[in-house]
Nanobody
């Protein structure tokens, strides 16, 4: 089993920055993809960014150039640096880890005020 614990959400004004962290613990597979999805009430969960075991990254078009994902393999932790935040970035952000199974964090709220 793998447990994911997120931190770093909060309220920020438009144009500001936040950094999310997600620490994986338990039987963490050596080869995996970690990343972040987000979901606003009434909408589908959408991929924000992901990073593979060899640090190949992918981003949603809506966050390219503003968000940056990174990972510390020694700590089994993934980070999402979010800059130039917009009100439309407001959502619950979920960390996930994908290997032979999918694991999800509990979610952290990000609110961007205009």
């Amino acid at each position: 089993q793998v447990q994911l614990v997120e931190s770093g959400g909060g309220v920020v004004q438009a144009g500001g920055s936040l950094r999310l962290s997600c620490a994986a613990s338990g039987s963490v597979p050596r080869f995996n993809v970690m990343g972040w999805y987000r979901q606003d009430p009434g909408t589908q969960r959408e991929l924000v960014a992901r990073i593979s075991s060899v640090s190949i990254t992918n981003y949603a078009d809506s966050v390219k150039g503003r968000f940056s994902i990174s990972r510390d393999r020694a700590k089994n932790t993934v980070y999402l640096q979010m800059n130039s935040l917009k009100p439309e970035d407001t959502a619950v952000y979920y960390c996930y880890l994908r290997s032979t199974e999918d694991y999800w964090g509990q979610g952290t709220q990000v609110t961007v005020s205009s």
